[in-house]
């Protein structure tokens, strides 16, 4: 452990010859961005972690509020073509609750998940390759949802577990000593 941590302070320390101004960290559990507050030059300005209302990672984007840190969402459709998914895991763009948010909003349940993500206030970054797909993606400005609908939304995890589903667990790096996502296994 110490040692990545060493590392990982050496290189932000180091301000790449003065030239960097903020750095992001990706995947990093509160443990172990605590660890790069506590040594680095450079605070983080940013934490980009996968995030839906399967995993909506409540904790740690307050964490990253309180310590000035934008919240980077990935995989807010929660990865519907996804080999890693649960055989009886219902994907978010079919699920119930989703499609009754989406049906009151004349949204898509894709843009719905999107929508969400803004309105906890982070960045978001969905994936797609089909044309009509990303144009639809980008047309979530023209609504908002309301707090019964983040409610809902928030709350969504307890249908697949006490703390959520993770899609991009990265699994191959289990064993190692600084796996962010140990606790979950």
């Known amino acids: 452990g110490s040692v990545r941590k060493n590392q990982i302070s050496s ?3 180091a301000e790449y010859g003065g030239k960097c101004k903020n750095i992001g960290l990706s995947n990093f559990n509160i443990a ?13 300005a940013n934490l980009q972690v996968e995030s839906h209302p399967h995993l909506p990672n409540l904790e740690l ?23 890693f998914r649960k055989e009886d895991q219902v994907d978010l763009l079919h699920d119930v609750d989703v499609l009754k948010i989406a049906e009151k909003h004349g949204k898509s349940a894709g843009q719905v998940l999107i929508r969400y993500q803004i309105d906890k206030g982070n960045c978001v970054i969905p994936k797609s390759v089909t044309p009509a797909r990303i144009e639809q993606n980008l047309d979530v400005f023209g609504f908002s949802l309301d707090a019964s609908d983040m409610d809902t939304l928030n709350n969504m995890y307890k249908k697949v577990g006490p703390k959520g589903y993770r899609t991009c667990g990265v699994l191959h790096w289990k064993h190692s000593p600084n796996y962010p996502f140990a606790s979950e296994l």
């Open 61 to 83: 984007l307050e964490f990253c509020k309180k310590n000035n840190m934008s919240f980077v969402a990935y995989s807010p459709l929660a990865n519907p073509g996804s080999v």
């Open 32 to 44: 172990q961005i605590e660890e790069v507050l506590k040594t680095a030059k450079i605070k983080p």
């Open 11 to 13: 290189g932000i320390n």
